[in-house]
T-cell receptor
Framework: AQSVAQPEDQVNVAEGNPLTVKCTYSVSGNPYLFWYVQYPNRGLQFLLKYITGDNLVKGSYGFEAEFNKSQTSFHLKKPSALVSDSALYFCAVRDEGSARQLTFGSGTQLTVLP | DAGVTQSPTHLIKTRGQQVTLRCSPKSGHDTVSWYQQALGQGPQFIFQYYEEEERQRGNFPDRFSGHQFPNYSSELNVNALLLGDSALYLC????????????FGPGTRLLVL
């Protein structure tokens, strides 16, 4: 079985400050990890993924994420937040060996304050 | 290059009715997955189609069924609608699984009264 936890329902950060959105996962095999963003009344937009290799993954719009195998975490980060980054963020996992489906976390609402 | 498209954008049905939702994948993609996103929750996997066959299914009843056509487009059918089926239904397309990325459409908002 595979699962994802996003421990924070809401994250608030001031514009220009660094942001972190947390994600931990559980899979039986090697994980494929993803971050998506959802704006109001819209579908999910792909930000970045970790498949293998470098633990620091860079994605769209200046976002990056760090894969930590020992802590089973894949936190999303950005050095300097923008008001336009305010949205709902989802972490997702797929087990390399067995799963075709993505399993999503419950989401974290990010609000960047001007 | 068009992304994933879904139709209709919104739909209102009454309990007991049947509904069909449609999805066209991103160009070059051959796999379609369907997800249900209830209000305030993350998307839940319904099933995935590849080569016109259902390849994996999530924890959804048989009222949920699907189809994939030779051009890779897909339909999601839901019979005997319940109030709890009200949700955003998302289609995602991909290629080269398991490493391939799933790209999502804008979704169909279904309201069951």
């Amino acid at each position: 079985a595979q699962s994802v936890a996003q421990p924070e329902d809401q994250v608030n950060v001031a514009e220009g400050n660094p942001l972190t959105v947390k994600c931990t996962y559980s899979v039986s095999g090697n994980p494929y990890l993803f971050w998506y963003v959802q704006y109001p009344n819209r579908g999910l937009q792909f930000l970045l993924k970790y498949i293998t290799g470098d633990n620091l993954v860079k994605g769209s719009y200046g976002f990056e994420a760090e894969f930590n195998k020992s802590q089973t975490s894949f936190h999303l980060k950005k050095p300097s937040a923008l008001v336009s980054d305010s949205a709902l963020y989802f972490c997702a996992v797929r087990d390399e060996g067995s799963a075709r489906q993505l399993t999503f976390g419950s989401g974290t609402q990010l609000t960047v304050l001007p | 290059d068009a992304g994933v498209t879904q139709s209709p954008t919104h739909l209102i049905k009454t309990r007991g009715q049947q509904v069909t939702l449609r999805c066209s994948p991103k160009s070059g993609h051959d796999t379609v997955s369907w997800y249900q996103q209830a209000l305030g929750q993350g998307p839940q996997f319904i099933f995935q189609y590849y080569e016109e066959e259902e390849r994996q299914r999530g924890n959804f009843p048989d009222r949920f069924s699907g189809h994939q056509f030779p051009n890779y487009s897909s339909e999601l059918n839901v019979n005997a609608l319940l109030l709890g089926d009200s949700a955003l239904y998302l289609c995602a397309s991909s290629s080269g699984l398991p490493r391939g990325t799933q790209y999502f459409g804008p979704g169909t908002r279904l309201l069951v009264l």
